[in-house]
């Protein structure tokens, strides 16, 4: 994935295989009833706390507006659930509201990008369907922000259990397995200022886990631009990409960024952007990605030279289960037509050029029955708009994810507030449109010239992600 963000930068990574963890014996057998997951972090306006009595899509909203807020009662809980993922010390936001002052400092910023609607970001259409992660405040809390802001931003008293502690952007509950990389490793810019390294890490485990819940750390945020997490089989798989480590005498091996969409026996595991935590963090209740002993993980990390390094141990914590109901899988969703050929063509200087693929999700569960949970989308710079839809059966169509205005830094997992069957002869739809005009291209000044699938920022890319599970065997 080619994408970029213009204050990225390069860093001294740590690679290598260390992990932490309970023994097999403190472990539970199955995952209990989390208190972040996709299923939500409210059940019904009883859950809430007084004064936040409405539960929306999961979450604890404030249900009217407030006319004398305060900081620590009013203000931290939507900060803390909209803001904090990427307004956080050593993140990508350009301040951290992680305290009282630091909030206050900008203030009167804050104030205005609320209520001109470009903070928090969220770029799915709201028509389509409803997402548990919706990051967009509210129209009470808007008002809210306002009024506390127009009073003065009052700090009010600092509670010891407040309404932010039910945030989205929480950690796992509980971490059973932290892998992280130990040999340093300085990127390598050879001509343009991004490249890909892989690195192998074995997978501790002795007996079959399921992943039921990640957590991708880069280390230092804005040193990384994303790393998504493959995990291949042991045997002959696990093997093949152990001897292409070895082969290379630097920590790693260069990579293509999309290698392990063409390999069909090593599946994503997850993955780290700034401002997210992991795939989907906490999965779905009783649900879980299967690991065999043996395994390797392999971190394809994608770096940009653009600010000065930061350094950190780059790696990712799960939590684990023996057994599972439902089986879970993070599948990409293209035309691999497009992959390697001219097929996906966006010429010079073309507007509203759009390319689209369909396909049946049956045979990946083996016929067995499918729930899609949450979607996610991916292009570069050129990129206008796009869509993941479900053609049914019986004619109909049912949206999962449309994004009419397409922001190439605003990539988020949009997490479904109730998980959508596929059915036998339904149909998968990705569609992407693109303006390949000169004032979309990744560079500024650079001239518009013919673009097909790839890697790099110069390249375009029409991916969806989907999470899906299906009965355990």
């Not at 860093?11 to 963890?21: E, K, S």
């Not at 290698?259 to 963090?281: E, I, M």
């Not at 350094?311 to 939590?319: A, H, L, M, T, Y």
Request: with cysteine; aromatic share 10%.
């Amino acid at each position: 994935m080619g994408s970029r963000f213009s204050n990225v930068v390069w860093m001294a990574l740590l690679v290598g295989g260390c992990h932490i963890g309970p023994s097999d014996g403190e472990r539970n057998s199955s995952l209990p009833e989390p208190v972040y997951s996709l299923d939500g972090q409210c059940l019904d306006d009883e859950d809430c706390q007084p004064g936040y009595s409405k539960c929306h899509q999961g979450i604890c909203r404030l249900s009217s507006v407030l006319e004398n807020p305060t900081y620590h009662q009013d203000i931290a809980p939507m900060i803390d659930r909209a803001c904090l993922g990427c307004h956080k010390e050593d993140s990508v936001g350009s301040f951290s509201f992680e305290t009282y002052e630091l909030v206050t400092s900008v203030g009167p910023l804050i104030d205005q990008t609320i209520a001109a609607g470009s903070m928090p970001p969220w770029i799915a259409d709201a028509d389509c369907t409803p997402y548990v992660n919706d990051a967009r405040l509210l129209e009470a809390e808007k008002q809210t922000f306002a009024n506390w802001f127009t009073n003065g931003m009052p700090e009010g008293e600092m509670m010891e259990t407040s309404p932010s502690s039910r945030q989205f952007n929480a950690p796992l509950e509980r971490v059973d397995l932290e892998v992280l990389m130990k040999e340093p490793y300085i990127p390598v810019f050879k001509g343009w200022p991004e490249t890909y390294r892989c690195h192998t890490l074995e997978w501790p485990e002795t007996k079959t886990q399921f992943v039921t819940g990640f957590e991708g750390e880069p280390g230092y945020d804005k040193a990384v631009h994303h790393i998504v997490y493959f995990v291949s089989p042991p045997g002959e798989q696990a093997d093949h990409y152990r001897a292409l480590d070895a082969a290379d005498p630097e920590p790693g091996y260069e990579c293509e960024g999309g290698q392990f969409l063409y390999d069909p026996a090593s599946s994503w595991l997850g993955t780290w952007s700034p401002g997210k935590v992991g795939t989907f963090g906490n999965y779905p209740h009783n649900t879980g990605i299967r690991v065999e002993p043996g395994s390797v993980v392999t971190a394809l990390i994608h770096h940009e030279l653009f600010q000065v390094a930061g350094e950190g141990k780059s790696g990712f914590r799960v939590s684990l289960a023996d057994q599972v109901e439902r089986e879970a899988r993070v599948i990409p969703w293209l035309d691999t037509g497009w992959v390697g050929s001219d097929q996906m063509l966006i010429p010079a200087n073309a507007v509203g050029i759009t390319h689209s693929y369909g396909g049946d999700l049956w045979g990946i569960a083996e016929e067995r029955p499918i729930l899609l949970h949450g979607a996610a989308m991916h292009m570069h710079s050129r990129g206008v708009s796009g869509s993941l839809s479900l053609d049914r059966s019986d004619g109909t169509e049912q949206c999962l994810l449309s994004i009419s205005d397409w922001k190439e830094e605003w990539q988020f997992n949009h997490v479904f507030e109730e998980a959508v069957e596929f059915q036998s002869g339904d149909n998968l739809q990705i569609s992407c449109t693109f303006d390949n005009t000169p004032n979309k291209q990744p560079v500024s000044g650079m001239d518009p010239m013919d673009v097909y699938w790839g890697d790099l920022g110069l390249d375009e890319m029409c991916l969806g992600i989907l999470f899906i599970s299906y009965p355990a065997e």
